[in-house]
T-cell receptor
Framework: GNSVTQMEGPVTLSEEAFLTINCTYTATGYPSLFWYVQYPGEGLQLLLKATKADDKGSNKGFEATYRKETTSFHLEKGSVQVSDSAVYFC????????????FGSGTQLTVLP | KAGVTQTPRYLIKTRGQQVTLSCSPISGHRSVSWYQQTPGQGLQFLFE???????NKGNFPGRFSGRQFSNSRSEMNVSTLELGDSALYLC?????????????FGAGSRLTVL
């Protein structure tokens, strides 16, 4: 079946530190890959996406590259801020129209001032 | 443009009761999906509706059901509630055509079963 594995949290960083959250996937076809973010008390917000191998998604200083050879989609940010504190979810879908997302378990990030 | 609206935001029920949750998608979005989020199981897909038809269903018991109305609004119902149904229920909508693989989520309905 299809699955997404994320690095376990929680992750605690100081402001301006470099962030990497690892995400690997298993899929029977060629998935589209996503990172969603969930702030306390809120729903999920799409952070970035990539739909084919070697695509790089980017948004708000976050980046992730679709690596087919390593089946990975690691999230990175060069300099985190306190406002980036949230739970980050990696997800995939196999259909071209996102009918069903498979999510990773989520990684809690806390950024300290 | 208004986002995905879910009501109620919070509710408390007791075992054996039933509950109905509502979701209004973004205007023009005709597809609505539902997900259950729990600390133990994470985010799990419940079902998807498009044009009043269920198109896809996750691995949940028949106590979980849903429907979609002609204005694309959707409801999900859980009957004979169990303690394990306590969760955040998230609704998401998407549009057809270009960008159709992007889901926009609502803030969720947090259900507590006592």
């Amino acid at each position: 079946g299809n699955s997404v594995t994320q690095m376990e949290g929680p992750v605690t960083l100081s402001e301006e530190a470099f962030l990497t959250i690892n995400c690997t996937y298993t899929a029977t076809g060629y998935p589209s890959l996503f990172w969603y973010v969930q702030y306390p008390g809120e729903g999920l917000q799409l952070l970035l996406k990539a739909t084919k191998a070697d695509d790089k998604g980017s948004n708000k200083g976050f980046e992730a590259t679709y690596r087919k050879e390593t089946t990975s989609f690691h999230l990175e940010k060069g300099s985190v801020q306190v406002s980036d504190s949230a739970v980050y979810f990696c997800a995939l879908t196999l259909s071209g129209s996102a009918r069903q997302l498979t999510f990773g378990s989520g990684t809690q990030l806390t950024v300290l001032p | 443009k208004a986002g995905v609206t879910q009501t109620p935001r919070y509710l408390i029920k007791t075992r054996g009761q039933q509950v109905t949750l509502s979701c209004s998608p973004i205007s023009g979005h005709r597809s609505v999906s539902w997900y259950q989020q729990t600390p133990g199981q994470g985010l799990q897909f419940l079902f998807e509706y498009f044009s009043e038809t269920q198109r896809n269903k996750g691995n949940f018991p028949g106590r979980f059901s849903g429907r979609q109305f002609s204005n694309s609004r959707s409801e999900m119902n859980v009957s004979t509630l169990e303690l394990g149904d306590s969760a955040l229920y998230l609704c998401a909508s998407r549009r057809q055509g270009s960008g159709a693989n992007v889901l926009t989520f609502g803030a969720g309905s947090r259900l507590t079963v006592l």
